[in-house]
């Protein structure tokens, strides 16, 4: 559908910074009251990192590389796998074999030139986590194993940083908002990552591609509305979505005030590592 | 009595308890599932003794992966 292309005139007070290309790239922002020029110009100004360039990710990283994300980091250690194209949309057959963040790179800045991006190709760990977390306004968590979700998240919520956790196992995924000082964090809900074999992963239960980009565009949403300001986040509450019933429920999450990272009670006062279990299959 | 399970309304027996709610809905790896009652975490140990009432809402919480490892794993293919 061809919508009439805003007239840069009709913005001269609030756009000086924009250009006319700029002005038309995000045309379909702008013109929403809730984004509107301020709203762009925050995105154009923000920077979220992506923890994990996989199903989850990928969505997340194109749709925020479309939306002029100013600045968007990407930290992965794997390497494309004919296996990842079924769901990890950013990267095609022709990355297998490359890093994944090079791929990703890549595919972003073929759909918006305008913005800066940061690979990071290497584990993130209790080592490196704080440091890498600390230039970003927001965090998406795209990781699937459970040491790293425990990771992310401790270290967010010790550097006060917002953050949107989610998973997916297959036709099902789930995702919730962590924001300083507001709502409980991830480790409130789970008090300590399951021991090996007790949770299936998700090479070994299966995903559906599409539920990954389900909930990875939603995770991308979570970024825009907590960088624009517009809406209610997913604070507090867990959003589920289960494809076979066509179902989403929204959760009620409480705190807990005896939380070992984020109440006052508090025993964890430096990201650690969790052991990760090494890998049957192959 | 009418309990909301996962946000369905639900038939139980008096004085269930969380544990026997736990089995009937058949909950895969239920150690490792939390559960709150009307909008509180309910400790593994009180699901034996927490008994439910006309009206509770409880809700499954499920332990979920997702996207990509960034692994240490041998093999790298997911
Ligand atoms: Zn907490």
Known sequence: MRMPVLRAASFERNSMAFTNEQLERYSRHIILKEIGPKGQKKLMKAKVLIIGAGGLGAPAALYLAAAGVGTIGIADADSVDLSNLQRQVIHSTADIGRPKVESARDSMLAINPEITVHTYHEYITSENISAIIRDYDFILDGTDNFPAKFLINDACVLEEKPFSHAGIIRFEGQLMTYVPGEGPCYRCVFKEPPPKDAVPTCREAGVVGAVAGVIGCLQAMEAVKYITGAGDLLTGRLLTYNALRSQFRTVPLPRDSHCAVCSYERTIHVPFDYELPTCDLK | ?78
């Open chain 2, 1 to 78: 009595m009418t309990i909301v399970v996962a946000g369905e309304r639900k038939e139980y027996a008096d004085g269930l308890t969380v544990e026997e709610l736990i089995e009937a809905e058949k909950v895969e790896t239920p150690q490792y599932v939390t559960v709150t009652v009307n909008d509180t975490f309910l400790s593994n140990a009180e699901r034996a003794s927490r008994s439910l009432q006309e009206g509770d809402i409880v809700e499954f919480l499920y332990f979920m992966g997702g996207g990509t490892i960034p692994s240490l794993c041998a093999s790298n293919d997911l």
